[in-house]
């Protein structure tokens, strides 16, 4: 199964390259935002919007909150001055904290939430601004999973991660030259102290990754996922399929009430 998630990383990062350049020339655009986070997500869409489009017009926005570990953030500045594209950073803090001064009771979860959308709402902002787009880094494990915030982080206009599991990401980014450092670090939301991914979820990417594509791609069966995969372990299986259907409603657009024509213009 490992050899069926080995990806192609020359033909991809070409193919992604010319996807970028596609879609915003269908936007009539030239400017890409992104959130610099130094994490491998966004650094591989960094490397990618700067081999898409002139580095002078490529902005990789850092947004801390003052729980961000320190070095994320350097690794963020390390990814803007390899890449030599230009770069901001705004706190977010401020505006955080003062929102939860009326909610003092609010956990963490909230917090984060409000965190991720309000990043989200600074890249926007800024997108017009400078009159570009906004590029998003949710890869296709996070998606599938359900690991992301509604109108925060999975609120990107285009993504040319998406089609990528996180095990496909690290194949990329090693390709692509990505500093030691990122490439070495656990993956982390980072929207409170302490925690990994792995921590959050309950498994690793490894382990989901292979249980998503068997699943969801394959449409096979846990019994089948778990013969077929010896390492799995049945527990595991399940929890990942569950936190597949439990996020379904992540998965799909807005809802607008249909009225029929009888009701309406009775």
Same mark, same amino acid.
């Given at each position: 199964?490992?050899?069926?998630?080995?990806?192609?990383?020359?033909?991809?990062?070409?193919?992604? *390259?010319?996807?970028?350049?596609?879609?915003?020339?269908?936007?009539?655009?030239?400017?890409?935002?992104?959130?610099?986070? $130094?994490?491998?997500?966004?650094?591989?869409?960094?490397?990618?919007?700067?081999?898409?489009?002139?580095?002078?017009?490529?902005? $990789?926005?850092?947004?801390?909150?003052?729980?961000?570990? #320190?070095?994320?953030?350097?690794?963020?500045?390390?990814? $803007?001055?390899?890449? $030599?594209? #230009?770069?901001?950073?705004?706190?977010?803090?401020?505006?955080?904290?003062?929102?939860?001064?009326?909610?003092?009771?609010?956990?963490?979860?909230?917090?984060?939430?409000?965190?991720?959308?309000?990043?989200?709402?600074?890249?926007?902002?800024?997108?017009?601004?400078?009159?570009?787009?906004?590029?998003?880094?949710?890869?296709?494990?996070?998606?599938?999973?359900?690991?992301?915030?509604?109108?925060?982080?999975?609120?990107?206009?285009?993504?040319?991660?998406?089609?990528?599991?996180?095990?496909?990401?690290?194949?990329?980014?090693?390709?692509?030259?990505?500093?030691?450092?990122?490439?070495?670090?656990?993956?982390?939301?980072?929207?409170?102290?302490?925690?990994?991914?792995?921590?959050?979820?309950?498994?690793?990417?490894?382990?989901?990754?292979?249980?998503?594509?068997?699943?969801?791609?394959?449409?096979?069966?846990?019994?089948?996922?778990?013969?077929?995969? #010896?390492?799995?372990?049945?527990?595991? *299986?399940?929890? *990942?399929?569950?936190?597949?259907?439990?996020?379904?409603?992540?998965?799909?657009?807005?809802?607008?009430?249909?009225?029929?024509?009888?009701?309406?213009?009775?």
């Amino acid at each position: 199964m490992k050899e069926i998630l080995k990806i192609n990383p020359e033909r991809v990062k070409n193919y992604l *390259v010319e996807f970028l350049r596609d879609e915003f020339k269908k936007a009539n655009k030239e400017i890409a935002i992104f959130g610099m986070s $130094g994490g491998i997500d966004s650094t591989v869409l960094g490397y990618l919007c700067k081999f898409a489009f002139d580095r002078n017009n490529v902005y $990789g926005i850092i947004l801390p909150y003052k729980n961000t570990p #320190k070095i994320s953030v350097d690794h963020a500045y390390l990814v $803007g001055r390899t890449l $030599g594209i #230009k770069y901001l950073r705004f706190n977010v803090s401020p505006q955080i904290d003062y929102y939860f001064k009326n909610f003092p009771q609010a956990d963490k979860l909230r917090i984060g939430n409000k965190i991720a959308r309000e990043r989200m709402s600074i890249l926007y902002d800024l997108s017009v601004h400078f009159n570009g787009l906004v590029v998003g880094s949710s890869n296709k494990s996070e998606i599938y999973l359900g690991y992301g915030t509604l109108f925060g982080d999975l609120a990107w206009l285009i993504n040319p991660l998406g089609d990528l599991f996180k095990t496909e990401i690290y194949q990329l980014a090693e390709f692509l030259g990505v500093p030691k450092e990122i490439l070495n670090k656990k993956p982390s939301a980072e929207l409170w102290e302490g925690q990994t991914d792995e921590e959050e979820l309950g498994f690793t990417y490894k382990d989901a990754d292979i249980i998503l594509y068997c699943y969801i791609e394959k449409n096979m069966k846990p019994e089948e996922i778990v013969n077929q995969n #010896k390492n799995l372990n049945v527990e595991i *299986v399940k929890k *990942v399929i569950e936190r597949v259907r439990k996020t379904e409603f992540k998965r799909k657009g807005p809802k607008i009430a249909k009225i029929p024509d009888e009701i309406k213009y009775s």
